[in-house]
């Protein structure tokens, strides 16, 4: 056989006429996929599939954003791993610490884009059903630019924007933050005109126009256009997408499998655990875990890895104050594992199979643990299989964002700001701000400073802490960081002007001229 296959290829070589074309029948080529509305609905799929890969939000983002904010951090044995959510950057390829992170939102966003490119040209039966592929792709596209920005993007031309499908050679020039801010938004600003405004329960997950307008609002936030950003939350809060959204009634119905895609969710990643062992997290796994990862390791001593756990100040700030009825404030309970937790809540007194003498081990002393999107509720381990879905953006986020908004304009109302917030602690049964916080409803400077605290309190280890921090310019000022290394030691190692965005991974640098690496590294 081998010699058959020599002289054909010997053959071709010397007859230029010769043209031998080999394909694989297990894989769809462009050629012959993209031609029909089946086709554009899978390609579609498959940028929605990417949020099944450990890069991003099964595993590897949450170490970005919640372990390396000032509400987490790691003292994993994996020295390497633990030093990226410390600041201390040796290798810029480090796969899980920066590159899969990295590489995943280019895949998503490759993904997205061939849905962009080739779908204008398909044929549907319903053209609304198109308009929806389109502005899901649009969604989803500025979904993963908005990641890249917030942890990569700088002043540097160091981010790629490539909106046509690529090939293995290509070198886009790159782009600087600013740059892709804008993108993200005009990605958005499409999504918003070609959404629905909800799906019915079959297409629980997808992206709609309140998801799009949240997402642009948190961009134009990011940039400190806040009545931009209020535009577009008041479709949510005040306007038309009211009657879509709310507070749920329960706080820990937002972190269960019992209770999805209720009236609180905005943009919600759907999870399962369909998918078993020999389920897999590769790109091509015919069967993929369908699974999130992270409480797997984030579980305490014996459960999980612990590659991630939460700061003891979260805990101090949680009992700063007792609610109307003279106890905790229930988000406690739901957020964090911790020493006395049994005492300060009713039926609280285990840690998935392991009770309250747990505290007592020397891997248990002094650590406060990550509960939220646990299992612990209803089974006593966890796995790379936990169906918990993730609440991507969260209708109270929404409320605190347009407080935020409020706040930072002067056409916004400081008592309409400080109603919404009353509103979210009313949901857990926590006193006004009046009364133990009689400056913030007084003056918007004293009521924005109360806002990174509240916002702590309701988002904490949802993904929602590291953009803060960088918006609130803490990151920026000797006096920020000062405040941040009293929260949480890992600022000690951190350096203005270079940390506040990861270095691109050097393979990307030395393969593409058209990129820089960021400012400092």
């Known amino acids: 056989m081998k010699k058959i296959l020599y002289t054909l290829l010997l053959s071709c070589l010397l007859i230029s006429s010769c043209d031998v074309e080999v394909t694989n029948p297990n894989d769809l080529e462009v050629k012959i996929f993209w031609k029909t ?62 590159a899969w992170t990295y590489r995943d939102s280019y895949e998503a966003i490759y993904r997205a884009n061939q849905v962009l490119h080739y779908t204008p ?40 924007i490539v909106l046509e499908p690529s090939s293995p050679g290509d070198t886009p020039e790159g782009h600087n933050v600013t740059e892709v801010w804008q ?31 949240a997402l642009r609002a948190k961009c134009l936030m990011q940039q400190h256009e806040w009545e931009a950003a209020k535009q577009e939350l008041e479709w949510l809060v005040t306007g038309e997408g009211s009657q879509y959204y709310g507070l749920a009634n329960n706080f820990k119905d937002n972190f269960t499998h019992l209770a999805e895609n209720n009236i609180e969710s905005v943009f919600e990643l759907q999870y399962s655990d369909a998918h078993k062992a020999p389920a897999g997290d590769g790109d091509f796994d015919i069967d993929p ?15 999980g890895w612990t590659d991630g756990e939460a700061r003891s100040w979260l805990v101090d700030e949680f009992k700063s104050e007792l609610n109307n009825d003279g ?45 939220k999107y646990a299992s612990d509720y209803y089974r006593d381990y966890e796995d790379y299989h936990n169906p918990i879905n993730i609440r991507l953006i969260r209708y109270a986020d929404v409320m605190l964002m347009y407080a935020e908004c409020l706040a930072n304009t002067t056409s916004g109302s400081l008592n309409e700001a400080v109603d919404l917030v009353n509103e979210i602690r009313a949901r857990v049964n926590m006193p006004e701000l009046a009364v133990n916080h009689p400056e913030a409803v007084a003056d918007k400077t004293a009521f924005l400073k109360r806002l990174q605290i509240e916002r702590s309190l ?30 949480d030691s890992d600022f000690n190692n951190f350096v203005i002007g270079r940390h506040s965005s990861l270095p691109i991974p050097s393979n990307e640098i030395d393969n593409n001229a058209g990129l820089q690496q960021n400012p400092n590294y």
């Open 37 to 98: 509305e089946a086709d554009a609905q899978s390609g579609l799929n498959a940028v929605y599939n990417m949020f099944y890969k450990p890069g991003l939000y099964t595993r590897w983002i949450w170490f970005r954003y919640d372990l390396a904010s000032d509400e987490a951090f790691s003292s994993s044995p994996w020295l390497e791993l633990a030093d990226w959510t410390r600041f201390n950057y040796a290798n810029y390829n480090f796969w899980e610490g920066n």
């Open 327 to 371: 106890e905790y404030d229930i988000r406690l309970k739901t957020s964090l594992f911790y020493e006395g937790m049994d005492v300060d809540f009713a039926d609280n007194d285990r840690m998935y199979s392991r009770d309250m003498g747990a505290w007592q081990q020397d891997n248990y002393i002094g650590r406060v643990f990550i509960r």
């Open 458 to 487: 309701e988002l904490c280890h949802e993904g929602q802490r590291w953009a803060d921090l960088k918006r609130w310019g803490l990151f920026d000022t000797s006096a920020g960081l000062n405040e941040l290394k009293q929260r």
């Open 289 to 303: 875990n369908l699974g999130q990862n992270r409480a797997q390791f984030f579980g305490p001593p014996g459960i």
């Open 121 to 160: 040209d398909i044929t549907f039966g319903n053209e609304t059903e198109k308009t929806y592929v389109l502005g899901q792709a649009y969604f989803l596209r500025a979904l993963h630019y908005y990641n890249l920005a917030l942890l990569w993007g700088s002043e540097n031309n160091s981010l790629a």
């Open 183 to 213: 993108q993200v938004k005009d990605d958005l600003a499409s999504a918003i005109n070609m959404l629905p405004a909800s799906w019915d329960d079959t297409n629980k997950g997808r992206a709609t126009i309140g998801a799009a307008k």
